[in-house]
């Protein structure tokens, strides 16, 4: 897998990106979550998306002389893995995270 290119390909499509050795990492944040990715000289990927379930509770408790700030938060994870032979192919897989990822949030809603 060509790395080099596997960056532009990822920074073109709006990723954050930082090169590693034999490896690159990748960031974004949209409406679907937090994701990061990770394609490595072999073409592994790993995708993993968090995004909240429910807003995030909070409240102020007091210990003895302290005052503290609890705040509690469920996340759910998406997470992906595939192989890629070249820089084309991330890019498929790229546009295909969203239908991925809406695929899943349906699938989840049915089995409740």
């Known amino acids: ?9 990822l920074r073109r499509a ?3 990106v930082t ?3 034999g490896e690159v990492v990748a ?6 979550g937090t994701w990061t990715l990770a394609v490595d000289g ?3 990927v790993l995708v993993t ?3 909240p379930l429910r807003a995030a ?9 302290r005052a503290y700030r609890t705040m509690w938060e469920e996340h759910g994870v998406f997470t992906l893995s595939t192989t890629v032979q070249a820089p084309e192919d991330l890019q498929e897989v790229l546009d295909q ?6 695929q899943v949030l349906l699938s989840r809603r049915y089995e409740q």
């Open 1 to 9: 897998m060509d790395l080099e290119a596997a960056i532009a390909v």
């Open 14 to 16: 709006g990723w954050d």
């Open 19 to 21: 090169p590693g050795e």
């Open 27 to 32: 960031s974004r944040e949209d409406r679907h």
């Open 42 to 44: 072999a073409g592994r």
């Open 49 to 51: 998306a968090t995004r």
């Open 57 to 65: 509770r909070a409240r102020r408790v007091r210990r003895g002389a």
């Open 97 to 102: 995270l969203p239908v991925l990822l809406r």
